[in-house]
Structure formats: structure tokens, C-alpha cells
């Protein structure tokens, strides 16, 4: 049995193209349940109206890996399926190959699958899409941590699939993290046994456009993140080795794709690399500070009352 799940909010632009899309798929959700942070548009009122199962949670109560886990008590599938608001897929086998990996093989305990670039993307985005999710598919274990390094426990709840024995063996997902809610989960099935599978072939189109400053706050949350979960760095390798690999394909891609961006990705890369160092010292920043350098607001107003009530 499948389950869906959708965390939600303000997403009226997206949500009908989703669940109209989720209908034609070949393999359907037994169950889509969509799980809403109040939001103040119709996402809602649209998601009702497609007959899914919907759950209002407060804004503030929102939390990257506390609301999935919700999510998950209202669901009864043995596979559950993650989905964000943004994502469409490319055709309707994308489910179908997602759930592919958990008949051929017991111990895989999760899959994502691939991410393209929406049409019309900047060449840059377009190579992180590209880079990060290659044409390839591939099964990863622990022992790939020598040679994939911290890549071994990348993973992507904008498109992911878990067993739920195997999610509910580790804990299910961490409360009170800033995001990679999926990495986390990841990097704690591979060190128990289990495996993360990459299907390439289940395909949705997903990218961002980020400015210069939202991709700073990003990064920032990425090194606060590192900081306060050491344990993935030590098991699967320091982050900055697969930065420079990633630096070095996005040059050889934009050099044939436009060069002229080349500056821009430099420049961007420079301030991901701040941001990054920033948020792995985030301890010797003060909270006001990391209030305006990260991206989640609400995860420093409740990392305040965590510090009170301790």
C-alpha cells in the first residue's frame, strides 16, 4: 500500500497541477494526504476539492521533520511517499519507478528519484539539477562512504520514498532540525544496514531560482545543520570535498553553455562558501545575527524556547 504525503503551505500555484497530475500516474497512491502549515491562500480549499485527506497545523508549529513524522501517524501504507508542493512529474511512471527499488530488494529502505530543471531555468540552476541527480541509477551502502563520500547519505524528500519499517527503525524523522530532515534519515539507515537507492528513471521536474541572498541563507542553514549533527560528517566525509567537485562541472558546463554567467557562479560559489563556514561556527554568532543570516525564522524562535525551557 502506498501513502502520499504533501507538506503544504501557500501553494495554490502548484497544488492543482500536482494532485491532476498524481491521477494519471500508472502506480496511484492508495492514500494522498496533504499536510497543511494554515495556509492564506485557497491550497487548502484546492486540495479538498481532489478528495484528499488534509491536516491543518499551526504556522509556527511547522518543523521540517516533527511534521512529516505527523503526517505519517495518519497514514497506513507500507511505502510512503514524500512529495513538496512544487514538484510535477515528467510523466506518468514516476511513481511507478519510485517504488521499483522496494520489491527487487529488501534492505532498501528509501529512494529518491531524479530532479530536472523546469524549462526556461538559468543555465546555473539548471546544472545543479544536473549535477545532483545524474541520468544514472544506483544503490548506495556504507561502504560507498570512501569513495562517495558525504554524497553516500545525499538524499531529497522533494521526491523520496521510505519503507516505513525502515523509517520507523531509526526513529523516523528528527524534530527541531534547521532541514536535511532527509539526510539525516539517510545517513542513520545506511550506518544501520539498510540501503538508499537513486532511480534516475522516476522523473519530476523541480529547481529553484534563488538570488544571491537566499542561496547565502541556504547555505548558512546547511553549515548549521553539519554543526549540530557532527555524527554525518564523521561516518560519510567533510562536505567541502564534493564543493569543489561541484565547482569544477559547473564551469566546464557553463563554459559551453554560457560563459558569460561564469562570474555570477563565482561569485555565488564564494558566497555559499561563507555562508557554509558560517553556519558550521554558528555557536559564536549570536541569535540575532543568525536570525538575519538564515532562511527559517521559526527554527531560532523555537531553538530560543528549547534554550529556556533547558
Not at 492543482?16 to 497530475?21: D, G, I, M, T, V
Not at 476539492?49 to 508549529?61: A, H, L, N, P, R
Not at 517504488?99 to 540552476?125: H, T, W
Not at 540575532?288 to 525564522?297: A, E, T, Y
Request: with cysteine; hydrophobic share 35%.
Amino acid at each position: 500500500m502506498i501513502s502520499l504525503i504533501i507538506p503544504t503551505f501557500n501553494g495554490e500555484k502548484y497544488i492543482s497541477k500536482l494532485l491532476n497530475e498524481l491521477r494519471s500516474q500508472s502506480v496511484k497512491p492508495d492514500e494522498i494526504i496533504v499536510i497543511d502549515s494554515s495556509s492564506t491562500d485557497n491550497t487548502v480549499k484546492i486540495a479538498e476539492s481532489y478528495g484528499v485527506k488534509t491536516i491543518i497545523i499551526k504556522k509556527e508549529d511547522f518543523d521540517h521533520g516533527g511534521t512529516r513524522n505527523l503526517a505519517v501517524n495518519y497514514t497506513r501504507g507500507d511505502t510512503l511517499i514524500f512529495l513538496t508542493q512544487d514538484v510535477l512529474p515528467v510523466n506518468e511512471y514516476a511513481l511507478e519507478r519510485l517504488k521499483e527499488p522496494f520489491y527487487s530488494d529488501e534492505k532498501i529502505g528509501a529512494a529518491y528519484g531524479r530532479q530536472l530543471p523546469r524549462p526556461n531555468v538559468n543555465p546555473i540552476e539548471a546544472h545543479a539539477r544536473l549535477f545532483n541527480y545524474p541520468p544514472k541509477s544506483q544503490i548506495k551502502t556504507l561502504k560507498d562512504a570512501p569513495k562517495l563520500g558525504i554524497k553516500t547519505a545525499f538524499i531529497s524528500n522533494s521526491f523520496a520514498a521510505y519503507r516505513r519499517t525502515a523509517l520507523i527503525s531509526v526513529g523516523g524523522f528528527p524534530s527541531n532540525t534547521i532541514l536535511s530532515e532527509d539526510t539525516y534519515v539517510a545517513a542513520k539507515m545506511l550506518l544501520s544496514g539498510w540501503k538508499v537507492a537513486y532511480c534516475a528513471e522516476a522523473k519530476v521536474y523541480h529547481s529553484h531560482n534563488y538570488n544571491y541572498f537566499e542561496e547565502f541563507r541556504r547555505y548558512f542553514n546547511t553549515g548549521v545543520f553539519h554543526a549540530r549533527e557532527p555524527w554525518i560528517r564523521q561516518n560519510f566525509g567533510q562536505a567541502e570535498g564534493e564543493g569543489m567537485r561541484y565547482v569544477r562541472s559547473e564551469l566546464k558546463y557553463l563554459w559551453n553553455e554560457n560563459y558569460k554567467l561564469i562570474p555570477s557562479a563565482a561569485f555565488r560559489t564564494a558566497l555559499k562558501f561563507l555562508a557554509y563556514r558560517l553556519g558550521l561556527m554558528e555557536r559564536k554568532i549570536p541569535k540575532w545575527l543568525k536570525v538575519r543570516l538564515s532562511m527559517n525564522r521559526l527554527y531560532w524562535e523555537k531553538d530560543n524556547r528549547r534554550v529556556s525551557a533547558g
